[in-house]
């Protein structure tokens, strides 16, 4: 089955900092969406983007299907930013293990 | 419009007991997902159903373990004998007849004492 491989694992930023999230993946998919997992558990759709970019706000993404990655640009972090971000791919939605964002004040 | 809904959002059953985990998907959505997600993990496909067919249920344990997604009604996952290493957070997602993309409900955690 396809693997999927996000990074860092951990990122640690002071409020008003940027960041980037990759996310790579052994083959080609049809599929791909970033969600945001906050601290309550919550899971929420970012983007859906199996190729392209898209921009929503202080949020980005790019995906490159040829190159098989995904990342997520996050700009002018704020304190709710914080939580675990996961790409996952195909319709069987295969998660990578989620990077870990803590935004501190 | 509403999201998708999952209840109960939070269930304790004692070992062997049944659980069962309900899932209403977004209006006009024909497909519905269920995701198993382990502390500190992140999430595993277990089923894909249409309705009133299972589609991929390469995930669900091959025991004790089964869903549906009735004609009418909400979809339900059901865990039969429940033991102590089930307690996870149970979600169910759903997306429209021609889309893959998916929405999630806010997940059943469930504690098994």
């Known amino acids: 089955g396809i693997q999927v491989e996000q990074s860092p694992p951990d990122l640690i930023l002071q409020e008003g900092a940027n960041s980037t999230l990759r996310c790579n993946f052994s083959d080609s998919v049809n599929n791909l969406q970033w969600f945001h997992q906050n601290p309550w558990g919550q899971l929420i759709n970012l983007f859906y983007?199996?190729?392209g970019t898209k921009q929503n706000g202080r949020l980005s993404a790019t995906t490159v299907a040829t190159e098989r990655y995904s990342s997520l640009y996050i700009s002018s972090s704020q304190t709710t930013d914080s939580g675990v971000y996961f790409c996952a791919v195909e319709y069987d939605m295969r998660f990578g293990a989620g990077t870990r964002l803590t935004v501190k004040p | 419009n509403a999201g998708v809904m999952q209840n109960p959002r939070h269930l304790v059953r004692r070992r062997g007991q049944e659980a069962r985990l309900r899932c209403s998907p977004m209006k006009g959505h024909s497909h519905v997902y269920w995701y198993r997600q382990l502390p500190e993990e992140g999430l595993k496909f277990m089923v894909y159903l249409q309705k009133e067919n299972i589609i991929d249920e390469s995930g669900m344990p091959k025991e004790r373990f089964s869903a549906e997604f009735p004609k009418e009604g909400p979809s339900i996952l059901r865990i039969q004998q429940v033991v102590r290493g089930d307690s996870a957070a149970y979600f169910c997602?759903?997306?429209?007849?021609?889309?893959?993309?998916?929405?999630f409900g806010p997940g059943t955690r469930l504690t098994v004492t």
């Open positions: 997602a759903s997306s429209p007849e021609d889309a893959y993309e998916q929405y």
């Open positions: 983007i199996p190729s």
